[in-house]
């Protein structure tokens, strides 16, 4: 069993920046591929960025340049940087961790990129 909290979400103006953080707790971190969705209103939830145990990296491609995602094993944490925000990206983010048949999601936090 693994539980993942968010946070870091907010408001922010178009080409601004924010970095969200997911805390995982419950079992062995690094065995575990990370990743970032969103869901923004009337739309089906979308990949953003995963990133592996080895630390292999992907993305969708309109964050590609914009977004990074990183890992630290050893706090159990994972993070999005996301820069140059636009308003198409306001949507729930949520952190998801997946081992095996096992998957995990986090609550979510809420990102609103509006001037």
């Known amino acids: 069993q693994v539980q993942l909290v968010e946070s870091g979400g907010g408001l922010v103006q178009p080409g601004g920046s924010l970095r969200l953080s997911c805390a995982a707790s419950?079992?062995?971190?690094?065995?575990?591929?990370m990743g970032w969705y969103r869901q923004a209103p009337g739309k089906q939830r979308e990949l953003v960025a995963t990133?592996?145990?080895?630390?292999?990296?992907n993305y969708t491609d309109s964050v590609k340049g914009r977004f990074t995602i990183s890992r630290d094993n050893a706090k159990s944490t994972v993070a999005l940087q996301m820069n140059t925000l636009k308003p198409e990206d306001t949507a729930v983010y949520y952190c998801?961790?997946?081992?095996?048949?096992?998957?995990?999601w986090g609550q979510g936090t809420q990102v609103t990129v509006s001037s």
């Open positions: 998801n961790a997946v081992w095996s048949v096992l998957s995990y």
């Open positions: 990133i592996r145990s080895g630390g292999r990296t």
């Open positions: 419950g079992s062995i971190f690094s065995m575990y591929a």
